[in-house]
Nanobody, 122 residues
Framework: QVQLVESGGGLVQPGGSLRLSCAASGFTFSSYAMSWVRQAPGKGLEWVSDINSGGGSTYYAGSVKGRFTISRDNAKNTVYLQMNSLKPEDTAVYYC???????????????WGQGTQVTVSS
């Protein structure tokens, strides 16, 4: 069965950094694009970043561009999100998800991790 397990969240001061990890199993990890999505308290889901299967193409929401970096290590079946210059508005539960694509069209995400809490506060 597909499993995605996030880790690395915690409490950090504004301007600080965290690195999130997502360990994947139960599928051919290197064949799939992956996403990070977040949900702030009382808010809807917000897409954060995507990375293609080989790791050579990355995409970011405007709110995090220039501050966050997505990467992956296919040998370790792990995707990462390096978060720098964190702001209070980055506070959310962060989820990694397996991306479903039909041709060039991104359909959505079919599997999600349990999430990891990131809190940015002084």
């Amino acid at each position: 069965q597909v499993q995605l397990v996030e880790s690395g969240g915690g409490l950090v001061q504004p301007g600080g950094s965290l690195r999130l990890s997502c360990a994947a199993s139960g599928f051919t990890f290197s064949s799939y694009a992956m996403s990070w999505v977040r949900q702030a308290p009382g808010k809807g889901l917000e897409w954060v970043s995507d990375i293609n299967s080989g790791g050579g193409s990355t995409y970011y929401a405007g709110s995090v561009k220039g501050r966050f970096t997505i990467s992956r290590d296919n040998a370790k079946n792990t995707v990462y999100l390096q978060m720098n210059s964190l702001k209070p508005e980055d506070t959310a539960v962060y989820y990694c998800a397996k991306v479903v694509v039909a041709g060039r069209t991104l359909i959505g995400c079919d599997y999600w991790g349990q999430g990891t809490q990131v809190t940015v506060s002084s």
